[in-house]
């Protein structure tokens, strides 16, 4: 079994659907980035894209999973550190108290 063993998460400005990015590092050996989180079109948890290489009018895969197995790890793992990251986000700049004029 595959194990991510470290993810980073960049949060961005929303924009159509896309959140953050994310990388990853597998069983310590081998880093991953440019993972996309988007939010799901029926607003419903979020998504996974991963890099691709426009060649010749064709989209050509960098990278991705080839199996549920490894799907759901990378899902789990950086959906998981997504959520933690925004919640410690939000917790930051609650704690201002801000007054309106």
């Given at each position: 079994m595959?194990?991510?063993s470290e993810v980073q998460i960049?949060?961005?400005k929303p924009n159509k659907g896309?959140?953050?990015?994310?990388?990853v590092v597998l069983d310590n050996n081998l880093y991953l980035g440019s993972i996309g989180i988007h939010t799901r079109i029926d607003g419903n948890?979020?998504?996974l894209t991963y890099p691709t290489k426009?060649?010749?009018g064709r989209n050509l895969n960098?990278?991705?999973p080839i199996n549920p197995v490894t799907s759901e790890a990378f899902e789990r793992a950086i959906i998981d550190k997504y959520k933690?990251?925004?919640?410690?986000?939000?917790d930051r700049y609650s704690s201002f108290d801000v007054e309106t004029r």
């Open positions: 595959i194990k991510v960049i949060p961005i896309l959140v953050a990015f994310a990388s948890g979020y998504r426009q060649i010749g960098i990278y991705h933690d990251v925004m919640k410690e986000e939000n």
